[in-house]
């Protein structure tokens, strides 16, 4: 990804820094292309639609293990860190909010297709019929 591309080539890594950058540039890429493969499969319609269980196993399963890969992340994060010179961790701090989207930045994407988000039908602003017609909610 262009992102870690720049922000390798900007830190001026020595060879010995190197290795901890492949490391956590690795372990990023790996996550960012978990994230593709989910997303494509939320969008390739299966033959049936899963149960409300099934798809909310599989939101548990799809966070836990996006948890782990940014806990692996973190921790090659830290270790490249603690092996930067002074100058180079002022650009890795100032650097590191344009790797959000690498790392999870739309986490509100679950993998699963959420309905909820969805646009509702115009004219309803989001409300059941009844409660559009200014009866009680059912």
Not at 29 to 36: K, P, Q, S, T, V
Not at 74 to 97: F, G, I, M, P
Request: hydrophobic share 30%; no cysteine; glycine share 8%.
């Amino acid at each position: 990804d262009y992102r870690l591309e720049t922000l390798q080539e900007d830190l001026k890594l020595s060879p010995a820094q190197q290795r901890y950058f492949d490391i956590f540039a690795d372990r990023v890429r790996a996550l960012g292309d978990d994230m593709m493969r989910e997303r494509e499969r939320a969008r390739t319609p299966g033959l049936t639609q899963p149960t409300t269980p099934q798809q909310l196993d599989h939101l548990i399963d799809v966070t836990r293990n996006r948890m782990t890969a940014l806990e692996d992340i973190a921790a090659s994060a830290k270790t490249l860190y603690e092996n930067l010179n002074a100058e180079q961790k002022l650009l890795a701090d100032s650097r590191v909010s344009t790797l959000a989207p690498l790392l999870g930045g739309t986490a509100g994407n679950s993998g699963v297709p959420d309905p909820m988000r969805q646009k509702p039908p115009a004219g309803s602003l989001g409300r059941g019929p009844r409660e559009r017609d200014g009866g009680p909610p059912q």
